[in-house]
């Protein structure tokens, strides 16, 4: 079995999934409209970059902007129809108006989901307490991945966060694997990879002309190499 880091590439369309694939993305995160920072995914969609590629898909629960989760029965709705196009892996985490888990949402969204693995996003850069957050989701079956810069404002600001907790893995709540990303560059791969974070997520860095253009295989290739060091 390889003990290679994950690389996981944001895709939102068929050719971004061949091209991530071709340059050795190991996952690929399924969203749609990075305008609202990566929405869930049609359907149609979901079975389009399934029938396309070979690697892990992990699809995006989120219908709105922010972190609040909204209409929590479309949620529901929405992951109990990808799960019956077979979508086995997740995405998901909702904060409550003072910056704590919404526990509710997250355990409604887990009990539809169960079985599958499933990555609690970003917000956890935004929570009143990532401590807190993390010992309070710690029981949740299925939670294997934490989507994390360390920081809200990207890994520059976040860096020596991920370091720390990187060092508390297999503490209680610190058992998921750290997957950075949010403002990852090239450059912080060395310091990461030593501290023993072992996943990472791009998303504009795969695509040399911007969120309009296509995921480009070479740039890909790029990171695959870089981490494979």
Partial sequence: MS????????????QDAIA?????????????????????????????IRDAVSI?????????????AGDVEALV????GLRAEGADQFVLGFLDAEGHPDLVTVERLVAEIEGCGWTFHRAIDRA????????????LPGLDTYLTAGSATGVDDGMETL???????????YEPQILVGGGLRLEHLPRLLAAGIDAVHIGGAARPQGWDGPVDAAAVRE??????G
Avoid: C, Y
């Fill in 3 to 14: 003990n290679r880091a994950v690389l996981e590439v944001i895709a939102l369309t068929a």
């Fill in 20 to 48: 991530a694939q071709a340059g050795g993305a190991d996952r690929l995160e399924l969203v749609t409209d990075m305008a609202a920072d990566g929405l869930t995914p049609s359907r149609e969609t979901f079975r389009e």
């Fill in 56 to 68: 892990p898909l992990r699809v995006m629960l989120r219908l709105a902007d922010g972190f609040d």
């Fill in 77 to 80: 709705a929405a992951a109990r």
């Fill in 128 to 139: 009143a307490d990532r401590d807190a957050l993390r010992k309070q989701l710690a029981d």
């Fill in 163 to 173: 370091l720390a907790e990187a060092a508390r893995r297999g503490e209680p709540g």
């Fill in 223 to 228: 990171w695959r190499t870089t981490l494979d």
